[in-house]
């Protein structure tokens, strides 16, 4: 079936660690986004991706880098300057228009060690 | 994007129909009205989404009022399954944002 898998499910990170998140789709959707949920909040904008090798800074986007090497991959790291990282990792992607929705995986939950 | 209103919760009897209602009296004309939901430890699951008029799809019905200032997403017949946060979202395609604006939703409960 087609969808978006991400992984690990739980991931524990140290301090001065960098960790990274894996997303993956196999829907040929060429849009990509990472949004991080804090408990009992929305959703805010970390990266997106419009095209294989370019990518847009989002709200929060300090402390995290991504990359965008193939159509159907697009990992987020955490780095160490990321002072709060704990919270709920989500992937998303979209096809067509502004207008049409974003598809979801199942998240990433982060949390220090 | 423009912004909306949802109660916080409600609550509905298995099997019977549930009406979530949206407010967004500063919706533009070029505004589309998503509907998402999220069950807990999940990412948001896609529910439905329409511009002017009504749309219905397996999941669900959008029912959006004639001077676009409201909508309501309707459940026809809610199971346990539907249990979780619906979130009601204006996206303007005209706009150079992308991404979606997720508020704190509805969280709908339903009794057995």
């Known amino acids: 079936d087609g969808g978006i898998t991400q992984s690990p499910k739980y991931l524990f990170r140290k301090e001065g660690q960098n960790v990274t998140l894996s997303c993956e789709q196999n829907l040929n959707h060429d849009a990509m986004y990472w949004y991080r949920q804090d408990p009992g909040q929305g959703l805010r904008l970390i990266y997106y991706?419009?095209?294989?090798?370019?990518?847009q800074k989002g709200d929060i986007a300090e402390g995290y880098s991504v990359s965008r090497e193939k159509k159907e991959s697009f990992p987020l790291t955490v780095t160490s300057a990321q002072k709060n990282p704990t919270a709920f990792y989500l992937c998303a992607s979209r096809t067509g228009g502004n207008n049409q929705p974003q598809h979801f995986g199942d998240g990433t939950r982060l949390s220090i060690l | 994007d423009a912004k909306t209103t949802q109660p916080n919760s409600m609550e509905s009897n298995e099997e019977e129909p549930v009406h979530l209602p949206c407010n967004h009296s500063?919706?533009?004309?070029?505004?589309?009205i998503h509907w998402y939901r999220q069950l807990p430890s999940q990412g948001p699951e896609y529910v439905i989404h329409g511009l002017t008029s009504n749309v219905n799809n397996r999941m669900a019905s959008l029912a959006i009022a004639e001077d676009r200032k409201s909508s309501t997403l309707i459940l026809h017949r809610a199971t346990l399954r539907d249990a979780a946060v619906y979130y009601c979202i204006l996206r303007d395609v005209g706009a150079g944002s992308y991404q979606l604006t997720f508020g704190k939703g509805t969280k709908l409960s339903v009794i057995p």
């Open positions: 991706s419009q095209i294989v090798n370019d990518f």
């Open positions: 500063t919706i533009s004309g070029t505004d589309y």
